[in-house]
């Protein structure tokens, strides 16, 4: 499966890393593809690094602003000429999403998907890798849209929440 992950291209705490690298390598030794914003930064490094060390396949999708930080080891890197056609690609080059830890961009990115999904204009599975709870708000958020009618489908036919890899990768599998 081509996998599209959105996280974050910044540095973080072991907490965050070590779930990261655990879902890359079960999707390297899955003989997946990880597509991601094919930046070498951060988190996004660190899954692009484990994705292939456990024998994956690598696409990146850069975008020109950020041209500086662009993996070098990817199997294909396209780079876009702003955010929205960069988004638009990671959505069209997936099989499925998950969502890690990130930060605006990463938020960004995954309201985009779940209002695409919402309309019909996808289907794609879409996992929120919720680790350590970074995602408890949002997802009270969404179940409170559900609950009170701000959702034409109900919140389980958008996105799945997993509070580990294995569970996150999972959860792909049910919905493939």
Not at 15 to 26: D, H, I, M, N, V
Request: hydrophobic share 45%; proline share 3%; glycine share 12%.
């Amino acid at each position: 499966m081509n996998i599209t992950v959105f996280c974050s291209a910044y540095s973080l705490d072991g907490r965050y890393t070590a779930p990261a690298a655990e879902f890359a390598r079960l999707l390297g030794e899955g003989g997946h593809t990880l597509v991601w914003g094919g930046s070498h930064a951060g988190l996004m490094g660190l899954l692009a690094d484990g994705v292939k060390e456990a024998g994956g396949r690598l696409v990146g999708i850069s975008v020109d602003l950020l041209a500086h930080k662009a993996y070098e080891g990817a199997d294909e890197l396209v780079s876009a000429p702003d955010l929205a056609t960069r988004k638009a690609l990671l959505l069209e080059r997936a099989d499925a999403l998950v969502v890690l830890v990130g930060g605006l961009g990463t938020l960004d990115e995954i309201t985009e998907v779940l209002e695409l999904k919402k309309h019909a204009l996808h289907a794609k599975p879409v996992v929120v890798l919720d680790t350590e709870g970074f995602y408890t708000g949002l997802r009270t958020q969404l179940e409170r849209m559900d609950a009170e009618g701000f959702l034409p489908r109900p919140l389980a036919e958008l996105v799945t929440f997993a509070t580990t890899p294995a569970e996150a990768l999972a959860a792909l599998g049910r919905a493939a």
